[in-house]
């Protein structure tokens, strides 16, 4: 089974940037498409950003996140840059190995999640 680690979270002012790291295991990580998702407290989980043979993502993050992967690495990325305190919640990676696109429910691989605070 596919095993997903993120890492790279923390507390930022508002205007800043973190870049979040998913590594991956246990699995063929060229062949996944993954995604990032968040969730803040007493939200749903929702879609951020996708990458397969293109990229996709959610109009509030569209501009100011960037998707990629380095296969050779096994690791996906997430550069998020000009954070909004709105950014705040849990990020999660996520593997399907078909495109699942903005949808949760077709991602079969997910990480721990880490923490991403903005403060204003």
């Known amino acids: 089974q596919v095993q997903l680690v993120e890492s790279g979270g923390g507390l930022v002012q508002a205007g800043g940037s973190l870049r979040l790291s998913c590594a991956a295991s246990?699995?063929?990580?060229?062949?996944?498409?993954m995604g990032w998702f968040r969730q803040a407290p007493g939200k749903e989980r929702e879609f951020g950003a996708a990458?397969?043979?293109?990229?996709k993502y959610a109009d509030s993050v569209k501009g100011r996140f960037t998707i990629s992967r380095d296969n050779a690495k096994n690791t996906v990325y997430l550069q998020m840059n000009s954070l909004k305190p709105e950014d705040t919640a849990v990020y999660y990676c996520?593997?399907?190995?078909?495109?699942?696109?903005?949808?949760?429910?077709?991602?079969?691989?997910w990480g721990q999640g880490t923490q991403v605070t903005v403060s204003s």
């Open positions: 996520a593997g399907s190995s078909i495109w699942g696109g903005t949808m949760s429910k077709f991602y079969g691989y």
């Open positions: 246990g699995g063929t990580f060229s062949n996944l498409y």
């Open positions: 990458i397969g043979d293109s990229t």
